[in-house]
């Protein structure tokens, strides 16, 4: 929906919210394929690494071992990894925060919303309800920042390989930043006349309401 509003209207500032469980487990099809295209618009992702609108289940970034009310002896299931995965599939801005450090999140969120092609922002966001194992604590003792390091945003391998860490270090920040034509630019059609939403619809009125009648 955020794709046709965006190619509909490609002068608008389309910003998607969503969860872990719908972005990479429900939605993980049309997470691929908008950074893959590279659509003009912001996600953000509150990552719980949990099903807390469902209460409690094992989302696609719950961590092995972690028990819930669909495994209650600890998931053998690796999670996804949202940074890594939107890396290899295109997107042209990637980055993760923390909903802890809101200095942080805002700067990235700003950053994001101006990046012009496809722009992943991932926010630990702990549950504090169902999810006991990565609570506020648990990243606050392990997250450090990729500014404080220095990080090249246009090396994408360096980013995987930061990306990848998930143990006594946990980095937060804009891992991957890159220009690339977005699918509105590689669209000719978008290009001639302003948007879509605003041109005449190029049927007569009889045509119009012979095709409302079928579909009523």
């Known amino acids: 929906m955020a794709t046709g509003a965006q190619l509909a209207n490609h002068e608008l500032t389309v910003v998607v919210t969503g969860g872990d469980g719908d972005g990479y487990g429900i939605g993980g099809n049309h997470f691929t394929h908008t950074a893959r295209r590279n659509v003009d618009l912001t996600y953000l992702v509150m990552n719980n690494q949990v099903y807390g609108l469902t209460t409690g289940q094992v989302s696609p970034t719950s961590c092995v071992g972690m028990k819930t009310k669909s495994t209650p002896f600890g998931s053998v299931e690796l999670p996804v990894n949202p940074i890594t995965s939107a890396i290899m599939n295109g997107a042209t801005f990637v980055a993760r925060a923390f909903s802890g450090d809101g200095k942080q999140l805002i700067e990235l969120m700003k950053k994001a919303i101006e990046h012009k092609g496809f722009a992943l922002l991932d926010i630990f966001s702990p549950c504090v309800t169902f999810n006991h194992d990565n609570d506020y604590s648990f990243f606050r003792e392990r997250i450090k920042k990729l500014e404080d390091e220095g990080h090249d945003v246009s090396d994408w391998k360096s980013a995987c390989e930061k990306a990848l860490l ?51």
């Open 166 to 216: 998930w143990d006594d270090t946990i980095y937060t920040g804009l891992f991957l930043q890159k220009d690339a034509p977005t699918l509105g630019q590689q669209e000719p059609v978008l290009d001639e006349e302003g948007p879509l939403a605003f041109r005449a619809l190029g049927l007569t009125q009889e045509q119009t309401e012979r095709i409302i009648k079928r579909m009523m």
